[in-house]
């Protein structure tokens, strides 16, 4: 058994890992801010320790971590990865002062691993699959703070020879994923024989089913004989369009809908390419995807048909 910390827990990546690791027997230390929504977490919550915490104080940091002492940590908590989520300064706290007092302060303890999450954002607009070593091009605030937190963590492993790593994730879904996202929107209003407003059907994502994302995080922490300061990229390297998402929904939820092309605008950082090169993180720490996205896609549905109680969270984004 190992002490695990895991931020960013009431979020989306965050809630299925803590679920895996209390499977897998761990004792889990949930580091939360104050004003934290909960609903994540609630079935959980009595068999993890939450550590309420502001992560812009170093002080506070260090004697949380003290604390804990942990074997492995996970910082997947983040400012700015969704479009209303545009305060600069609060990416900047979050995204890289976080960072840097969370890392300083298991420094001071020791850990067997240590874990951050980054972004395929850092790459920017790409015509290819980007390999870990490519030129960073952030396409947004959100991912210059992402891409700076990555080199910190990198630099920092290196200098101090500890097993600090970064997982650059794709675009991950799957249960417990932030509502008014698109395959949320997608399986509500199939639920009711619809489609949500849909951007243009060229638009595509590699799309990574949350599961074989916690898989990514779990070999990240104990695959032993790593470099200092690896970055993996974790995507599928299959694209999917809006279009083939949108046809999957349709076939396996049976909805009758046709799509509407363009009736939702276009956001800053869509464009017609964006996927994985996976060759080092297959090579290096063994994962192989588990799910297609139509796979992935009714493990979903079947994690709503099975959750109701969460249900109201979900339609009063979708609208249904």
Known sequence: MKRVIVTGATGFIGANLARRLLTDG???HLLVRDGHQPWRIEGIKTQVQLHTVDMTDAEAMVRVVAGVRP?????????????WQSDLQGMVRTNIIGT???VEACLKTGFDAFVNAGSSSEYGYKDHPPAETECLDPNSYYAVTKASATMYCRYTAKLRGVSLVTLRFYSVYGPY???G?????????????CLPP???????????????AVDACLLAATRP????????????GVQTSIREVASVARRVMGINAKPEWGSMPARAWDTSVWVADNRTIRSRLG??????FEEGFCQTVRWFDDNPALMPVYQKSAGT
């Open 26 to 28: 761990h004792e889990i």
């Open 71 to 83: 074997d492995w940590v996970f910082h997947l908590s983040a400012h700015g990865a969704y479009s």
């Open 100 to 102: 840097i007092n969370l």
């Open 177 to 179: 994923e932030e509502p």
């Open 181 to 193: 996202r698109l395959i949320p929107m997608l399986v509500l209003n199939g639920r009711a024989g």
């Open 198 to 212: 849909l951007v243009n059907p060229d638009i595509a994502r590699d799309f990574v089913y949350v599961g074989d």
């Open 225 to 236: 004989d790593q470099e200092p300061g690896s970055v993996y990229n974790v995507g599928t």
């Open 287 to 292: 994962w192989e995807p588990r799910y297609t």
